[in-house]
C-alpha cells in the first residue's frame, strides 16, 4: 500500500500510540507562541496546508489566531484523520501519504516534526509535495541537524531523521529565499517545545 516502511509505521499502530502522547494544552499553548511568531513575518494569510497534521494540535493554534483562515491538512493515520475531520470538516482532510496527496495550494504550507519520519530516499518528493502546496510562504519545523543521521526512537532503527531540512529546500529551489527561524527549547519556563528548530521561507513574488 505504501512505498516505505516509514508510511507504514506511522499509519499504523504506532501512530495509534502517538496520538495520546501529543495533545494537551500545554501543546497548545507551545505552539500558540510558536504560531503567532510565524504569522507576525508572514502578514495576513488566509489559507493553510499541514502535511503530517496528526490530530490537529498545530490547526487548533492556527484556528485561534486567524479566526478566518481556511485549513487543509493532509494525515496518513485513520485514526488522527477521523479527528481532524471532526475539526476542520471532511473536506478538508486528505487521508494518506503527504508523499501521494496533493493538496490545493495555500497562502502557507508546513510540517512540524514530520520530515524527520520520512524515509531519506523520499525526501525530494517531500519536499516536492511541500512546495507545491505553498502559493507563497513555507514553514519548516523539525529536529536539525548539520549532517544527515539516523537516530533511534522508541526503540525502533530507522524511524527519526535529523538533517538540515530546510537547507536542503532552498538548495533544490531557486526561488525560496529564508525569511526568519529560530528554536524551540524544551526547557523553555513558558512555551516548551521538544528541541524543534524552524525555518520560514518565502517563494519569490514574479513582477
Not at 14 to 32: C, M, P, V
Request: hydrophobic share 40%.
Amino acid at each position: 500500500m505504501y512505498s516505505t516502511p516509514q508510511e507504514e509505521f506511522w499509519a499504523g499502530d504506532f501512530g495509534d500510540e502517538y496520538i495520546s502522547r501529543n495533545r494537551g494544552e500545554r501543546l497548545l499553548a507551545a505552539n500558540l507562541a510558536l504560531f503567532s511568531r510565524v504569522l507576525q513575518r508572514t502578514g495576513r494569510i488566509t489559507s493553510c496546508v499541514e502535511l503530517g497534521a496528526n490530530i490537529g494540535m498545530n490547526v487548533r493554534a492556527l484556528q485561534m489566531l486567524a479566526l478566518e483562515i481556511q485549513i487543509q491538512a493532509v494525515e496518513i493515520n485513520p485514526g488522527a484523520a477521523k479527528q481532524l475531520r471532526e475539526l476542520i470538516g471532511d473536506e478538508n482532510v486528505l487521508e494518506g501519504s503527504l508523499l501521494e496527496c496533493r493538496p490545493e495550494p495555500a497562502d502557507l504550507s508546513f510540517t512540524k516534526g514530520v520530515l524527520i519520519h520520512i524515509n531519506p530516499g523520499a525526501l525530494p518528493r517531500a519536499y516536492e509535495r511541500l512546495y507545491a502546496a505553498s502559493k507563497r510562504f513555507i514553514l519548516v519545523a523539525e529536529y536539525y541537524s548539520p549532517a544527515p543521521v539516523s537516530i533511534a526512537y522508541r526503540g525502533h532503527e530507522e524511524r527519526l531523521f535529523k538533517r538540515d531540512f530546510a537547507g536542503d529546500m532552498l538548495d533544490r529551489f531557486s526561488d525560496l529565499s529564508l525569511i526568519d527561524y529560530g528554536f524551540l527549547y524544551r526547557r523553555d519556563l513558558n512555551f516548551p517545545q521538544d528541541d524543534i528548530h524552524w525555518f520560514l521561507m518565502e517563494k519569490l513574488q514574479a513582477a
